[in-house]
């Protein structure tokens, strides 16, 4: 799996919204006894870079593409440096097929000369988190959300179009759901290790 002249490891954490997957990546050196370089979410970074009066939404092709080039680009930049061991990553290339229709998220890849295999290859493991939205309803999570029933909705069937995808690669590790924030932390932290230890037992 992975780059093999690179030293380092590649862990997604990929999963529905409200998971908490950023949440910890702010604090995973407290977790985590390793030297860590942490990629944040692309997507999020875009919206926040948008000018004002312009919100892109996630189930826009366009802006998955863009969302797609911009998480390649983040991902070439990363040092080879072989004192850097793990590389968490907060979603990866392959996430864009949780908010688009499994066609339109194929024919992106192809824009970009990738196919699906390929696009969940370039990493070593996955951890993926379940949204905590179930646990407490989907206000709670994200304010601006009119209808808590549909947004709850969306995050199911973001986590079933991930989990179609993400299935394919053997080293993948789940997070439940947790309402304790300290608690997920610790879960996290857990399967990231465990997708650790895979990874070095094999090489």
């Given amino acids: 799996m992975g780059d093999s002249v690179r030293s380092s490891l590649r862990i997604v954490l990929t999963g529905g919204p409200g998971g908490g997957k950023s949440s910890f990546l702010q604090v995973a050196h407290r977790?985590?006894?390793?030297?860590?370089?942490?990629?944040?979410?692309?997507?999020?970074?875009?919206?926040?870079?948008?000018?004002?009066?312009?919100?892109?939404?996630?189930?826009?092709?366009?802006?998955?593409?863009?969302?797609?080039?911009?998480?390649?680009?983040?991902?070439a930049a990363l040092s080879s440096d072989s004192g850097m061991n793990l590389v968490l990553l907060d979603r990866g290339v392959f996430d864009g097929a949780a908010f688009i229709h499994v066609d339109e998220y194929r024919s992106i890849l192809a824009r970009v000369d990738l196919s699906e295999e390929e696009a969940l290859l370039r990493y070593d493991g996955i951890v993926f988190v379940r949204s905590a939205v179930p646990l407490r309803g989907a206000a709670a999570i994200q304010r601006i959300a009119t209808d808590e029933r549909s947004f709850s909705e969306h995050v199911r069937d973001a986590e079933s179009k991930l989990l179609n995808i993400v299935r394919l690669l053997g080293n993948l590790e789940f997070v439940e759901a947790r309402d304790d924030f300290a608690d997920k932390c610790r879960a996290i932290a857990a399967a990231v290790e465990a997708v650790v230890y895979k990874c070095r037992r094999h090489r």
């Fill in 31 to 75: 977790y985590l006894d390793f030297k860590l370089v942490v990629v944040p979410e692309t997507a999020r970074g875009l919206k926040e870079a948008a000018p004002d009066g312009w919100c892109p939404h996630s189930d826009d092709v366009g802006f998955q593409f863009e969302v797609l080039q911009a998480q390649l680009a983040a991902e």
